[in-house]
């Protein structure tokens, strides 16, 4: 049975490329060992899925931001994005790339609780 990993990001992905990318980079590994990979975006990390935010945004090796987000999307991976950041900051459905989903914390909780590794950044 695959393990379950949730990830966490709360950073600004112009601010920590690296990070963002680390993480995507991460999941995009998890994914391709047939694990269930959850992202969950809080805080400036909404800005992630804002279309065209990051679009040619890359750190170093890594393959840039939107290639590594519309990978994991396209392998499954699943992307929620916090419900009352989203709103701080005035960012709706329709200013996102397709795939991902608007929840609140009851999701966050309970994928938490249910994931087998939860890692936070």
């Given at each position: 049975?695959?393990?379950?990993?949730?990830?966490?990001?709360?950073?600004?992905?112009?601010?920590?490329?690296?990070?963002?990318?680390?993480?995507?980079a991460q999941a995009l590994t998890a994914l391709a060992f047939d694990n269930e990979c959850e992202i969950?975006?809080?805080?400036?990390?909404?800005?992630?899925?804002?279309k065209g935010a990051t679009e040619g945004l890359?750190?170093?090796?890594f393959e840039s931001v939107d290639t590594m987000v519309g990978n994991y999307i396209e392998m499954e991976g699943k992307l929620?994005?916090?419900?009352?950041?989203?709103d701080a900051r005035d960012l709706?459905?329709?200013?996102?790339?397709?795939?991902?989903?608007?929840?609140?914390a009851s999701?966050?909780?309970?994928s938490g609780k249910a994931s087998d590794a939860l890692f936070t950044f």
């Open positions: 049975m695959a393990d379950k990993i949730v990830y966490v990001i709360s950073r600004d992905p112009k601010e920590y490329t690296e990070v963002v990318s680390a993480v995507f969950f975006l809080m805080g400036e990390a909404v800005n992630i899925v804002k890359k750190f170093k090796e929620f994005i916090c419900h009352p950041s989203s709706h459905a329709d200013d996102c790339i397709d795939g991902v989903e608007f929840v609140n999701k966050l909780l309970l």
